[in-house]
């Protein structure tokens, strides 16, 4: 059986298992996520704390209305939190509690 590893936020160091921090991501820090929606193609961009990367998409065109991000806000930054989560799994393992060796 694999041991769970105790991840740390990398903006407050908050400590937590995977589910954890990825929740905590979302509900913790909201302005790590923009919701676009003055623009034409509506998006949404989450931007790494630890370095410049950040990934934007954009949301389906058609279905991207205002009461379609204002319904589903939550769920969008789930998907922007995941994103955010794998990404420093991947570039910064170390900064936020995964040893060099795993």
Same mark, same amino acid.
């Given at each position: 059986?694999?041991?769970? %590893?105790?991840?740390?936020?990398? $903006?407050?160091?908050?400590?937590?298992?995977?589910?954890?921090?990825?929740?905590?991501?979302?509900?913790?820090?909201?302005?790590?996520?923009?919701?676009? =929606?003055?623009?034409?193609?509506?998006?949404?961009?989450?931007?790494?704390?630890?370095?410049?990367? %950040?990934?934007?998409? =954009?949301?389906?065109?058609?279905? *991207? =209305?205002?009461?379609?991000?204002?319904?589903?806000?939550?769920? $969008?930054?789930?998907? *922007?939190?995941?994103?955010?989560?794998?990404?420093?799994?991947?570039?910064? *393992?170390?900064? $936020?509690? $995964?040893? *060099?060796?795993?």
């Amino acid at each position: 059986m694999e041991e769970v %590893s105790i991840l740390h936020c990398p $903006i407050c160091r908050e400590g937590s298992d995977y589910r954890g921090l990825h929740l905590h991501l979302k509900g913790g820090h909201p302005d790590m996520v923009t919701i676009a =929606t003055d623009v034409p193609r509506r998006y949404f961009e989450v931007r790494c704390p630890l370095c410049p990367e %950040s990934y934007r998409q =954009t949301l389906k065109t058609g279905k *991207a =209305t205002i009461e379609f991000v204002e319904e589903f806000e939550d769920d $969008i930054r789930l998907v *922007a939190s995941d994103i955010l989560l794998q990404h420093l799994i991947g570039e910064h *393992a170390e900064r $936020i509690g $995964i040893p *060099a060796d795993r």
